[in-house]
């Protein structure tokens, strides 16, 4: 059976409630003007509205930290 790092992907996504827009193989985009690419097993480019925020190798630190942004701020 092969493993599919992008199926797991989208997996963790849908789990942690982070809306997928469109994907087409292993690209991603994503709510909140975030893109994803998988580059290859754990390792996952994210950018943010074309500009790449940083490369990340762990699924659970890449999830937190998009809902962290995506999480609407107040200035009051």
């Given amino acids: 059976m092969n493993y599919n790092e992008a199926d797991f992907v989208q997996y963790a996504l849908q789990q942690m409630e982070i809306p997928i827009l469109n994907r087409n193989d292993k690209y991603f985009d994503l709510a909140g003007g975030f893109s994803l690419e998988v580059e290859g097993r754990d390792l996952y480019r994210l950018s943010f509205e074309q500009w790449v925020i ?5 699924i659970g630190t890449l999830c937190q930290f998009i809902k962290t942004n995506l999480t609407p701020t107040t200035n009051e």
């Fill in 54 to 58: 940083s490369p990340f190798d762990d």
